[in-house]
């Protein structure tokens, strides 16, 4: 470790469900062998995050959010290869590396996701991290990248080339990956496919990025935004249908596509959106969804429609990434200028989080990035 301990962590941190962000400076109290201590340059602002706020949860100590990280590694624990200090590095979701799905190079679906991700504390419950008040999670999605410098593993810690430009590449850590990965990854369209994407917020605009990237024949997107279309349009979008002024979705598409879509992507969350999303499909489609339901969320479908038209419906989770190969390839593509992500960000300095968020939430803003102070 070449860290001098201790540090001071300037964090955004929610003290308690419902109560909004307050600034504080913080003390980094240790760093274990393991781990990986990244000095953060910006942070997307994803919607997980702001579900997060309200939710009861993490209730018994404060927590730092954000999970869209980049930025320089600072400092590497003992047992840590493969890094070194001083690092670009993109940071993702952790996973364990050692249960079945993990084996199998399939990180997303971790058995261990959930306690990892979401539980915003290390393994045997302590945190690095210290207020006034005594200790504060960290670890969210292995980064709680709300603060200036973040505690990590090498499995969510992404390297980057030396030249790119790194306050932008954050949000490849969750929502550019789970929208590009499931078109990259999951749904595959050919050349000649026709593809439908229900919401154009950052996710859905990345799966048209990636579906445009692919040369996809038919890219619809569908969003009750207009501006949210515009963007679409501007990022590859065929065609966009805004469900306001149309008196049936499902009929405009099988007119669109000649009969029904070979692939759709529902990323809203919305069980009605995602049975129409099912019912745009023609005969062998595949619906991929990627919206975060409340846990025992119920869908209705038509079930003899599945079956009848062997239509699949798969759930995807950051966009069945292994993110040390798809977040290079997406900055590739970036850099190609075929993946043209900067369309869609706006810059906020991270004193102006909650501007960002506010934005975010009235759709004003697809994908907010905060920049930390130098
Ligand atoms: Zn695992
Ligand atoms: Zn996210």
């Given amino acids: 470790m070449t860290h001098e301990a201790p540090l001071t962590v300037r964090a955004a941190v929610l003290q308690r469900p419902g109560a909004g962000l307050r600034f504080e400076d913080l003390t980094l109290t240790d760093l274990r062998d393991d781990e ?25 100590r404060p927590v730092v959010l954000g999970h869209e990280g980049a930025g320089y590694v600072h400092a590497v624990g003992s047992s840590v290869h493969g890094l070194s200090v001083g690092d670009p590095v993109v940071l993702s979701f952790d996973s364990c590396g050692l249960c079945e ?50 505690v990590c593993h090498p499995r969510n810690v992404v390297r ?7 306050a932008m590449m954050g949000p490849l850590g969750c929502g550019f990956q789970t929208g590009a990965g499931a078109v990259l990854n999951v749904l595959q369209p050919s050349k000649t496919d026709s593809l439908v994407v229900f919401g154009s917020g950052s996710v859905g605009l990345a799966a048209v990025m990636a579906a445009k990237a692919l040369e996809t024949a038919t890219i619809i997107a569908v969003d009750r935004l207009d501006s949210r279309l515009q963007a679409a349009t501007a990022v590859g979008a065929t065609h966009t249908l805004n469900p306001a002024g149309i008196a049936d979705v499902v009929a405009a ?20 959106v995602l049975r129409q999303s099912v019912e745009v499909l023609r005969p062998r489609g595949v619906c991929g969804f990627v919206g975060g339901a409340a846990a025992g969320t119920e869908l209705c479908v038509d079930v003899r429609d599945i079956m009848m038209n062997g239509k699949t419906l798969r759930g995807i989770i950051e966009g069945d990434s292994r993110p040390h190969e798809l977040i290079p390839r997406l900055v590739a593509l970036y850099r190609a200028g075929r993946f043209p992500m900067n369309e869609l ?15 975010s939430e009235r759709g004003d803003v697809v994908k907010a990035v905060l920049r930390m102070p130098d």
């Fill in 36 to 60: 990986v201590l990244v000095r953060l340059v910006a942070t997307g602002l994803c919607h997980t995050d702001i579900s997060f706020f309200n939710r009861p949860f993490l209730v018994d």
């Fill in 253 to 272: 598409v099988r007119e669109i596509t000649g009969g029904g879509a070979h692939r759709s992507l529902d990323t809203t969350a919305n069980m009605a």
């Fill in 160 to 166: 980057l080339g030396d030249d790119t430009d790194l």
């Fill in 345 to 359: 960000i706006r810059f906020y300095a991270f004193e102006d989080i909650d501007r960002a968020i506010s934005d």
């Fill in 101 to 150: 799905s993990c084996t199998r190079d399939e990180p997303a679906y971790c058995h261990d996701f959930v306690d990892l991700n979401f539980v915003a504390q290390r393994r045997d419950g302590t945190t690095a991290l210290r207020g006034a008040d005594g200790p504060v999670r960290h670890a969210f999605f292995g980064q709680s990248s709300f603060a200036t410098y973040s």
